[in-house]
């Protein structure tokens, strides 16, 4: 058995092992088009190019597809951020500027998937897969927080790892959603939201006594 048919202009024909994967490339389509809350879950089966009904032998509803969505982006993220930080190396610092930049690069670059992570509004008490995908990406930045911290010379004050942490997923998300967005959302900034990000974080962390002279940076 197989299920055929014309998505938009005519170019998906897709047998039945494949719904389900054309039913999340069709969602992050109408994502990059409308926004996570853009679209209805009949909407995503014609851009898929089945019946109204065909989607529901895979997911029980829109906010599950959606929740599908978000926690494959957030897989995508998470393996970003660690090949970025690369466990630290040569230093924390300069290993933490990369993840930085793989931050805002995944932002620029899968637009969708990063709307629907953060945009879609699921509710993550019902969908704790997503829940959960999204703090082992956080957990890669933490980890690399707690290794600037643990880094700093004896007798060094040491603030929370989770609280540098939370501070700087703070300033590198608020950049990214402003400036560094491959969407239409995206606004103007008169420097490239790396530099911006970049100085953000030395500014923070040298306020803390994790960066400057004392620390070799």
């Known amino acids: 058995m197989s299920w055929s048919g014309h998505g938009r202009g005519g170019r998906r024909g897709y047998h039945h092992g494949n719904l389900r994967e054309a039913l999340i490339s069709a969602a992050l389509e109408l994502i990059a088009r409308k926004g996570p809350a853009g ?28 929740a599908d969505v978000a926690q494959r982006g957030f897989a995508r993220f998470e393996a970003r951020l660690a090949a970025a930080w690369d466990e630290g190396r040569p230093a924390p610092l300069p290993a933490l500027e990369r993840m930085g930049r793989a931050y805002l690069g995944f932002a620029r670059e899968e637009p969708a998937y990063f709307s629907a992570m953060f945009e879609s509004g699921l509710p993550l008490a019902e969908h704790k897969e997503v829940h959960e995908a999204g703090d082992r990406a956080f957990g890669v930045l933490r980890g690399a927080c707690e290794a600037m911290v643990a880094a700093l010379p004896p007798g060094a004050k040491r603030p929370p790892a989770l609280m540098v942490a939370l501070h700087i997923w703070s300033l590198s998300h608020g950049i990214a959603s402003l400036f560094a967005r491959g969407d239409a959302a995206r606004r103007s900034l008169p420097m490239e939201p790396e530099e911006l990000l970049e100085a953000a974080t030395l500014i923070y962390l040298q306020g803390l006594g994790i960066a400057g002279p004392a620390t070799g940076r």
């Open 39 to 66: 679209f209805t879950f009949a909407e995503a089966a014609r851009q898929a190019g089945v019946s109204a009904a065909a989607p529901y032998r895979h997911f029980r509803d829109r906010d599950a597809l959606m």
